[in-house]
């Protein structure tokens, strides 16, 4: 199965970086670029623990929907997302949150399994991993950039 592993420094506490990570609104506005939006579930606010959300998308030149639920979460320190429906064959995201002296480190563990045997394997190398770590980044540059300035007040509403 393949892993992506990301960690992304933000200078900000792991409490704000925790709670834009799991913010339905930070995440829609992080993949604007795909129109994702919350269709099901939770739609709004903080999603939680075995809490669940659907997200319908434009990926790949399809619209996609994939639902989703928190199946393990330890504020500020870590919470997991799997999939409960979707175009995978399995996906889950570990979400890990170490506060430092002068912020947090953002760890992401992404896996996921494609459907279709040998095909999909091939295609997990040619593209999708490369595809898959390109959105996360861009989702964490996003992450970044409100909460090391006061954007995060107007997704969290402290």
Not at 49 to 70: G, N, P
Not at 91 to 113: P, Q, S, V, Y
Not at 128 to 149: D, G, T, V
Request: glycine share 6%; with cysteine.
């Amino acid at each position: 199965m393949p892993t992506i592993h990301l960690t992304t420094f933000i200078a900000a506490p792991a409490e704000r970086v925790f709670d834009l990570c799991r913010s339905i609104e930070m995440h829609r506005k992080s993949m604007a670029h795909t129109r994702e939006e919350a269709i099901a579930g939770t739609t709004n606010g903080l999603i939680g623990l075995d809490e669940t959300v659907t997200w319908k998308a434009r990926h790949l030149l399809k619209t996609r929907m994939l639902k989703s639920k928190i199946t393990a979460m330890n504020r500020p320190h870590s919470f997991t997302d799997e999939m409960v429906t979707g175009d995978f064959k399995s996906l889950k995201h570990e979400h890990h949150f170490k506060a430092i002296g002068n912020g947090t480190l953002l760890i992401d563990l992404f896996r996921f399994e494609s459907p279709y045997g040998g095909i999909g394997r091939l295609v997990n190398k040619l593209f999708l991993a490369r595809y898959l770590k390109k959105m996360l980044e861009q989702r964490n540059q996003a992450i970044k950039e409100y909460a090391e300035s006061d954007k995060w007040k107007f997704v969290l509403d402290k």
